[in-house]
């Protein structure tokens, strides 16, 4: 009995391994944030609903976005002095990258080949929208299901976080007009005010929600082991755009830092952040590193 050939696996093609990845990291969190808040954790979750903080998807979690994405877009009108060091800092950072950007970019190419560049795929794929999304309205509904008012807020939040920054991604993306490295034009080629996506680079996308998402779900938890496990899929869609070529260095740390700080003021919105970032950058032959370390 003959059987029809096989068909070559698309590259959007979601393997059996990704999912298991996915699903893996999706059940931690799940039984990580069903578990009975801690006195900490649970004096957050009273103070917060004092607070009025969306605990369903309706009219009033749209009124609570909209205030949100206001008030981001104007708080630099509010920095203090420690604020605006640390946007100086960032900034610095971003620039410091861009002319070791093109030698970065010839790494990755040279390395497209090796199984680090597999793995990347998996990392970038756990990164795109679908996912992101699909895992908080995952957990949203688990919330919803199981009475969780802490999961579904939390995950409500992550919802905000993610689509306040997806709005300063694309107005990045279409402002900057930044090429991306495998049109070979440079990391120094910009067309301003442009709708096409291979000159849509700065910031990037997938390293800005990964990280949006990460540090609200780390904001709302008190469990170590779930901030490790999402700080380290962050991190690791972030690197895996500089590996697949999708983006330049600064691109991605750029997305990282702006994720980060967006995902950071949307799940703690109760508190004044008094432990500034630290942020650690390596660069030599061979060898590209940076690291954003924060004190809880």
Not at 169 to 176: E, L, S, Y
Request: proline content about 4%; hydrophobic content about 45%.
């Amino acid at each position: 009995m003959k059987f029809p050939p096989t068909r070559n696996l698309k590259a959007g093609f979601i393997p059996g391994r990704f999912l298991s990845v996915i699903l893996f990291f999706l059940l931690i969190e799940i039984a990580l944030f069903s578990k009975p808040l801690s006195i900490q954790a649970q004096a957050k979750t009273d103070q917060n609903s004092k607070e009025n903080l969306p605990q369903h998807l309706n009219v009033y979690f749209l009124k609570h976005l909209i205030k949100n994405t206001k008030d981001t877009i104007l708080s630099p009108a509010h920095w203090d002095k420690d604020d605006w060091l640390s946007a100086a800092i960032a900034t610095a950072s971003t620039l410091a990258f861009l002319p070791v950007d093109n030698s970065i970019h010839h790494w990755a190419e040279d390395e497209s080949s090796s199984a680090g560049h597999s793995v990347a795929k998996v990392f970038s794929g756990a990164g795109s929208p679908a996912m992101l999304l699909g895992l908080i309205s995952t957990g949203y509904i688990y919330g919803e299901i199981f009475k969780q008012t802490n999961t579904r807020e939390t995950f409500l939040l992550a919802g905000e976080s993610l689509l306040i920054a997806e709005i300063f991604v694309q107005v990045g993306k279409m402002g900057i007009g930044r090429a991306r490295p495998y049109t070979g034009e440079g990391a120094f080629s910009f067309h301003p005010f442009t709708t096409q996506g291979k000159w849509q680079s700065f910031p990037s996308g997938h390293a800005t929600a990964a990280w949006a998402l990460a540090s609200c779900l780390a904001a709302r938890t008190d469990s170590n082991l779930l901030r490790i496990s999402i700080y380290s899929l962050a991190t690791g869609i972030s690197l895996s755009r500089i590996i697949l070529d999708k983006h330049f260095a600064s691109d991605v740390l750029a997305g990282s830092i702006l994720g980060f700080f967006i995902g950071k003021k949307i799940g703690q919105p109760l508190k004044k952040l008094k432990n500034k970032p630290e942020l650690n950058f390596i660069a030599g032959r061979g060898i590209i590193a940076f690291s954003l370390n924060y004190s809880y």
